[in-house]
């Protein structure tokens, strides 16, 4: 148990399109969904925390308006980079969280996105 | 923001050595967490860590939650070749309804 999907797994785009990853959680239904980023052999940094129903919460430095996040149902979250710019490529991860304990957040494999 | 230290970046080893690393932090943490992860892929838990001075075994893997709260460690015995990836230690502040600050990991290659 404890399954967490992504789709895309990669995903290659041109500047300036918007790019929509989602999140799923299979078995289980999740509160909370987490997204990260993580660039080439660095460490996974939290971008936002997505409640369902509610708009998320997003760390200091994460453009709201740039990477939109919607949690529309307890086993869904998308996040969706808009205008994306190369600097913008990156692996993204998204955690999805059981119960409210740390070792119930299950990650998903990640998409990888390419922007030329 | 908290930042976690860990160490160290890279290991080239022997099969059946053993192996340490560690993070530290600047500022505490209510658990400490262990993940490994494949290429391209998202991380998998190993351990978890919930008190200060906590030991937790998992098979050949062994890690301590630091009595300062500030630091903890991995160890692994008699690496095999499957335990090559990525190592990264993460902290969680809150009472685990938020999200986790990792480490900049440390990439384990065994030699055989």
């Known amino acids: 148990g404890a399954v967490v999907s992504q789709h895309p797994s990669w995903v290659i785009c041109k500047s300036g399109t918007s790019v929509k990853i989602e999140c799923r959680s299979l078995?289980?239904?999740?509160?909370?969904m987490f997204w990260y980023r993580q660039f080439p052999k660095q460490s996974l940094m939290l971008m936002a925390t997505s409640n369902e129903g509610s708009k998320a919460t997003y760390e200091q430095g994460v453009e709201k308006d740039k990477f939109l996040i919607n949690h529309a149902s307890l086993t869904l979250s998308t996040l969706t980079v808009t205008s994306a710019h190369p600097e913008d490529s990156s692996f993204y991860i998204c955690s999805a969280s059981r119960t409210n304990a740390y070792n119930e957040q299950f990650f998903g494999p990640g998409t990888r996105l390419t922007v030329l | 923001g908290q930042q976690l230290n860990q160490s160290p970046q890279s290991m080239f080893i022997q099969e059946g050595e053993d192996v340490s690393m560690n993070c530290t932090s600047s500022?505490?943490?209510?658990?400490w967490l262990w993940y490994k992860q494949d290429p391209g892929e998202g991380p998998v838990l190993l351990i978890a860590?919930?008190?200060?001075?906590e030991l937790t075994s998992n098979g050949r893997l062994t890690a301590q939650f630091g009595i300062t709260r500030k630091d903890s460690f991995l160890n692994i015995s008699a690496s095999i070749p499957s335990d090559v990836g990525i190592y990264f230690c993460?902290?969680?502040?809150?009472?685990?309804?938020?999200?986790?600050?990792f480490g900049k990991g440390t990439h384990l290659i065994i030699q055989p």
């Open positions: 993460a902290g969680g502040s809150g009472g685990g309804a938020d999200g986790l600050t």
């Open positions: 500022s505490i943490f209510n658990t």
């Open positions: 860590l919930y008190k200060a001075g």
């Open positions: 078995d289980f239904q999740a509160t909370t």
